[in-house]
């Protein structure tokens, strides 16, 4: 990725962080515009280099990638109108629209990550998640213990994780932890520094092809319930 860029992107978030108003925003409004078009041209780059290796993200755009800064603040007691992170996600068939798991690129200045997987699937969806977890358990182990995936990705999103066993599964299931899950996605956190280098581009997507086999086994249930 473009280092001065995204340099360029984290000083204008954290001027957001500390101005999240519309008068500030207002005024800025035309730094935001360069910044976020310099924003979708990288996504673009990254598709490009992502379909050469994940057939299914081949056609998308930027456009349907990269999510809007303005927050919905409808039903949330923090009113602030705009999101201090700039991301996308993407993904094949609908990219960020289409439910399925797929590459998500979050820059928000100390909290910047790379991350895939399935996050709070809809009740019916996450069991038989589990189902297909139980019963192609050897493939989704040899996924996440693959030692560049666990490097990376060491763990599993852990908000909201059962304390026991979910029924109708054995409690005495050798592998019953990764049945407790509510969340089926993973991250991996990354300093601003990281992506400010003039090869983030080569490295994210390097970090991305990790994720691959593990979207892929997610999706397949995915688009059995769909």
């Known amino acids: 990725m473009r280092g001065e860029l995204i340099g360029n992107i984290f000083a ?5 962080k500390s101005n999240n108003n519309r008068e500030w925003f207002a005024a800025h409004k035309e730094s935001y515009l360069q910044l976020k078009s310099g924003f979708e041209a990288l996504t673009d780059e990254l598709i490009a280099r992502i379909s050469l290796w994940d057939e299914e993200v081949k056609g998308l755009k930027a456009k349907d990638c990269v999510y809007r800064i303005y927050r919905d603040v409808r039903f949330s007691p923090d009113k602030s109108p705009y999101k201090t992170h700039f991301g996308a996600y993407i993904c ?3 990219g960020r629209n289409s439910g399925r798991c797929g590459y998500y690129l ?3 200045p100390g909290s910047s990550l790379l991350a895939g997987g399935c996050h709070c699937p809809e009740p019916t969806l996450l069991k038989r998640l589990r189902q297909d977890i139980y019963d192609n358990i050897e493939e989704f182990t040899g996924i996440i213990r693959e030692p560049g995936f666990a490097a990376e990705f060491p763990e599993i999103d852990p908000e909201g994780k059962l304390k026991k066993v979910p029924l109708p599964f054995p409690p005495d299931f050798s592998e ?3 049945l407790k899950y509510k969340h089926y996605d993973v991250a991996s956190i990354k300093p601003d520094s ?3 280098d003039g090869d983030a581009l080569e490295k994210t997507d390097r970090v991305f ?3 691959y086999k593990f979207n892929r086994f997610l999706n397949y249930t995915i688009d059995n319930v769909s």
């Open 12 to 16: 204008f978030l954290r001027e957001l």
């Open 92 to 94: 094949g068939f609908r």
């Open 106 to 108: 979050h820059l928000e």
């Open 176 to 178: 019953a932890d990764l």
């Open 194 to 196: 990281w992506f400010e």
């Open 209 to 211: 092809r990790k994720l």
